[in-house]
Structures are given as structure tokens and as C-alpha cells.
């Protein structure tokens, strides 16, 4: 893995933003412990960046998808609960009780395979457990099967009975039947079983608009830390939550082409007049999708469109004006009093936003700012 620092081609994540968001998820949920989800590379915006401005934010805890994502963050230095949502191979139960990380875990057969692997002696390994109310992904679906679940973890010597969960498929949607369903079926599987310390239903969305409905007291965010707004505006005005994301870059080079002129590869786009064209050093190498060819980045408060096709590493844009090598260039973010969101150029790509952070390449080199 290569982070290119030295080039002026870079993300900037926002503390104060990433600190705003997590106290608006405090004060809407109420919850005493907020899970920041920073799974798949926090999304995109970088596993340890993202991580350190959520803990420095206020975030309780950290929730990742696979357990070297945790391994990683403990090795970084961080202490707070980490929780893997995803399933995890009971073959790495000590490694998990090692670095105290929280499984989770779904099926009986892991628990007993977990437990055998444990040492004697050892730290307990911490077991959350996955209900499926109607995700269908993973997690008991049977109240029988959790419930002995829940004395299997309780009877064992070297698991503890840490968490419990369920995911929502529709909680950022108009509709609430699902929903509605989903909860109801939460209850039957689960009141009046032995509830563990962590209770957690809630994401981004069910935190915000479903909060008298179910417990609180421990959720698990993403998507509006990251300053996203779960349904884009929809059950809620989308101007409470602060963008986190700048991306940048800076003019390396300026001409000015005649018209008739032709620009990078395939020749697909050509002057119509003299016209000042700047290279900016990043591409779809860095993860920018080509279908960003025509998006208007911002240049001195001004918009200037991306034109030809997007090379690996470089591409053009168009500028009425010349300006000198150097000067900012803003994909994402504020520039002057010009702002370019996450969601408008998701919009404009007409890729969801998280799949095009996600694919920001580890190669962009990620920095925090205040
Ligand atoms: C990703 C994820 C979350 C975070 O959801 P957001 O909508 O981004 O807040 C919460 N819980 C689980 C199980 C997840 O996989």
C-alpha cells in the first residue's frame, strides 16, 4: 500500500464535523453508548482517521465488519469496545478474547466451538448476539434456538453475554409497515429472555426517526456521522448534520488549447475556443468514478467542469480564466462560498454515495482536520 503524500491530491476529514454529528445522534437517541461504525475503511474515509475523530467526537465505542478491521485498531492503539458485526470462524475465539474484541455470533454450534477453543485462565471472550427480525442476513430467527443460545453463553465458562442485536432493512424509509414488522418480531423472539448489557437495534436511522420505539441505550452509527442524512432529506431536513468529507486537489499544469483542440484519451472532448485547460493530478487510480467526466469541481469559488475522459492517475478540466499551478481545486467540499456535497456529486454520478467513498484507493492520502 503506497499513500501518496506528496502529491496535493488528498481527503480531509472534519473532527468538528464528525464531533457535531455524533452529538446530534447523542441528543436525538438519548443513547448512553454510541457505536461509530468505521467498517470497510470507515467507509471509505479512512479506518483510522475516522476512528480517532469519532472517539475524540464523543463515540463510546467502535463497530467494524470483520475482525482484522478490529485487530488493526487495537494494534493503532485503540482501547475503547470494539464490536465485528459480521461472523466470525470460532477457530479465532482466543484471538478474539486476546484483543478483547466483540463477536458476534449466530448459530449454537459457534458457541460451543468458541468455547472449546478458549483457554483456561484467559480473558472471557465477549459474545453479542444476532437476531433476524427480518434483515435476512444473519442472526437467530427461532425463540427456542436463542434462548438456548443465550444459556449456552451464560452456562459457558469463557464467553460473556455481552450484547444483543437486530439490524433494520427499511428504518430510512417513508413506509413503516416493515418496520413496524421487524420490531414486532423482536419482541416475540426476545421479551422476556435475559437481556445482556448492550441492547442495540439502532442505526443511523432508526436513532433519528424511530426513537420512542424500541431501546436507545446503546446504538450503532454511520452513515449520519459521516454527515449523510439517512432517507437525503426526506423524514428529516437534510441541513442538520455537518458534511465530514473535503476532496482536493491542486492545478499542476495550465495551457491554453485553440479550438478543435482534443483532450485526454479516446479524443472524445474538443475545444469549441480558446480555452484554458488545468490538469489536476488524480484519477479513477484514486477511486474517482469516470462517470464524474462533466461534474463541475470548484476552482476560486467558480465551477468548472471535468472534461475528457478521466485517466488512471491526471485529469483536465476547463477554466474561463487562467489561474496559477497550485491553486486549490475542490471535488468535495467548500471552496470560497461555493459548496460541492457528497450527496450532489453522488447524484451527479449517479452512484450511491457510499460506493463512491468506498472506493476512494488507499493510494489518496486521507488527513484530519479541525
Ligand atoms: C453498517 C451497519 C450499521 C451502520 O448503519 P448506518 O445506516 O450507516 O448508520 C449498523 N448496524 C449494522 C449491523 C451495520 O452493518
Known sequence: MV???????RLLISKAAVAKNLQVMRESSHANFIFMTVKANAYGFGLLEMSQAAVEGGADGLAVAVMDEAIALRKAGFCQPILVLGLTSPDFAQLMADYQIIATVADRETLKRAEANLRLGGPKLPVNLAVDTGMGRIGFRDREDLSAAIDDVQDADFLLYQGIMTHFATAD?????????????WHELTDGLPMPPMVHLANSAAALYRVDQMPMDVIRAGTSVYGIEPSEGVLKPDNYLEPVLTLESEVVMIKQLPAGASVSYGATYQTTKDQWIATL??????????????????????????????????????????????????????????????????????????????????????????
Open 3 to 9: 499513500v501518496a503524500n506528496h502529491r496535493p491530491s
Open 173 to 185: 424509509a417513508v413506509g413503516t409497515t416493515y418496520f413496524e414488522g421487524q420490531l414486532a418480531t
Open 281 to 370: 493530478p488524480i484519477g479513477y487510480g484514486d477511486g474517482l468514478p469516470r462517470e464524474a467526466v462533466g461534474f463541475e469541481v470548484l476552482v476560486n469559488g467558480q465551477k468548472a467542469p471535468i472534461v475528457g475522459k478521466l485517466a488512471m492517475d491526471q485529469l483536465m478540466i476547463a477554466l474561463e480564466e487562467p489561474v496559477p499551478v497550485g491553486t486549490k481545486v475542490t471535488f468535495i467540499g467548500k471552496n470560497r462560498d461555493q459548496e460541492n456535497t457528497l450527496i450532489a456529486f453522488s447524484h451527479y454520478c449517479e452512484i450511491d454515495p457510499w460506493e463512491i467513498t468506498i472506493g476512494f484507493q488507499d493510494r489518496l492520502a486521507r488527513y484530519l482536520v479541525d
